[in-house]
C-alpha cells in the first residue's frame, strides 16, 4: 500500500509542477463575436500539455431590445476552446474550438395571440488568436466566429450571418 501512496503522491507532485506556472481563470467582455454587440465571459484554462490546453467559457450578454422586436434581450454563450502555444513560457495562443450560442427568441403562434419566449441555438466554431501571459495580468483575445448550425426557427435566421469577428480585453488570474 506504501508504493501506491508514494507513487500517486510523486504524480500529483508533477502534475503540480506541470501546471503552477500558468494562471488558469480569465474574465473579460467581448465585443461583437458571440454575444452580437458584447459579452461578459468566465473560462478556466485545463493544461493538457506544456503546449495543449483546453478552455471552456461561459458568457452572458442583456441586449436592448424593443416591443416590435423578434428577439428577447438574453444570448447565452458556451464554447470550448483549444489553445495551442510553441512552448509552456509562451504568451500567445492560436485558439480554435466549438460552441452554443443560447439566444432568447419571441415567438407568436398564429392561432394563440400571447408570445412565448422560445430558446434558439446557434452552432459556432471559433479561430483565433489569445495573448495571455502565464504569470497572468491583462489579457486579450481576437477571434473569427463561424456559424455552423441553427434551429429552423425563422427568426433565427436573421442572426445567421456568414461569419463574425470579435475582440475581448479581460483579465486572467
Not at 486579450?140 to 466566429?145: A, D, E, P, S
Amino acid at each position: 500500500m506504501r508504493k501506491i501512496d508514494f507513487i500517486l503522491s510523486l504524480l500529483l507532485f508533477a502534475l503540480k509542477l506541470c501546471a503552477q506556472d500558468f494562471k488558469k481563470n480569465a474574465a473579460y467582455i467581448e465585443l461583437a463575436g458571440n454575444g452580437i454587440i458584447y459579452s461578459v465571459n468566465y473560462d478556466r484554462v485545463i493544461p493538457l500539455s506544456n503546449q495543449f490546453k483546453l478552455a471552456p467559457r461561459v458568457g452572458i450578454a442583456l441586449l436592448p431590445t424593443s416591443k416590435d422586436s423578434d428577439y428577447s434581450n438574453l444570448i447565452l454563450p458556451i464554447e470550448i476552446n483549444a489553445l495551442w502555444a510553441k512552448n509552456k513560457e509562451s504568451k500567445n495562443h492560436f485558439e480554435f474550438g466549438v460552441g452554443l450560442n443560447l439566444v432568447t427568441v419571441k415567438i407568436q403562434f398564429i392561432n394563440d395571440p400571447s408570445e412565448t419566449i422560445y430558446l434558439a441555438k446557434v452552432t459556432t466554431g471559433r479561430l483565433g488568436f489569445r495573448h495571455q501571459k502565464p504569470t497572468g495580468g491583462f489579457m486579450y483575445r481576437v477571434g473569427l466566429v463561424l456559424p455552423i448550425a441553427e434551429d429552423n426557427n425563422a427568426k433565427i435566421k436573421d442572426l445567421k450571418r456568414n461569419y463574425f469577428g470579435g475582440i475581448s480585453l479581460g483579465y486572467t488570474f
